[in-house]
């Protein structure tokens, strides 16, 4: 199975994260954790961007706060998908870096999940890897099958406590 890179720009990011590493570790799939920063370490990040695909990547996950050119810095050095977490920063509530994220141009797309959704984004990144994994493709049926059924439950507690 191919494995899930998650880039973050701050280890600030790293909550967030734990949520993308959880729900990939509930799907059995590997990954890996790095903090490289687009303007900070832009060399180290277009390295594991260049080098994803021969690393064993299959999808790369990019989280960043504020400016938010993460997955925009990795998007544009690998033709892997890659799915942009924008992180809730301490002035604009998230909503710069969803904007920062989301208006990639033309040629260079990123997903992009909603503000702190981590958890989705490592949904996300395994219904990309389930496409050629139908073992994956089942695990992901049976979560379905499973959140629904969480749901329903709460249905019915409700409904006996009123």
Do not use: W
């Not at 720009?9 to 590493?21: A, C, H, M, Q, V």
């Not at 990547?57 to 890659?82: C, D, E, Q």
């Not at 990123?110 to 949904?123: F, S």
């Not at 994994?133 to 049926?141: G, H, P, S, T, V």
């Amino acid at each position: 199975m191919k494995k899930v890179g998650i880039v973050m720009g701050s280890d600030s990011d790293l909550p967030i994260i734990k949520k993308t590493t959880d729900m990939l570790t509930s799907l059995g799939i590997p990954f890996e954790v790095h903090v490289y920063s687009a303007h900070r370490t832009p060399e180290q990040a277009r390295d594991f961007s260049v080098n994803a695909r021969k690393n064993g990547f299959g999808v790369i996950i990019a989280a960043a706060g504020m400016a938010a050119h993460l997955a925009g810095a990795v998007a544009a050095n690998t033709t892997l998908p890659v799915i942009g977490i924008p992180c809730k920063g301490p002035v604009f509530d998230g909503m710069d870096a969803l904007l920062a994220t989301v208006q990639m141009p033309t040629g260079i797309p990123v997903a992009t999940v909603a503000v702190n959704g981590g958890a989705n984004a490592a949904l996300l990144a395994a219904q990309i890897l389930a496409v050629e994994d139908k073992e994956l493709a089942d695990r992901l049926d049976a979560k379905r099958v499973s959140d629904a059924n969480a749901v329903l439950d709460k249905d019915a507690e409700i409904m006996t406590r009123l």
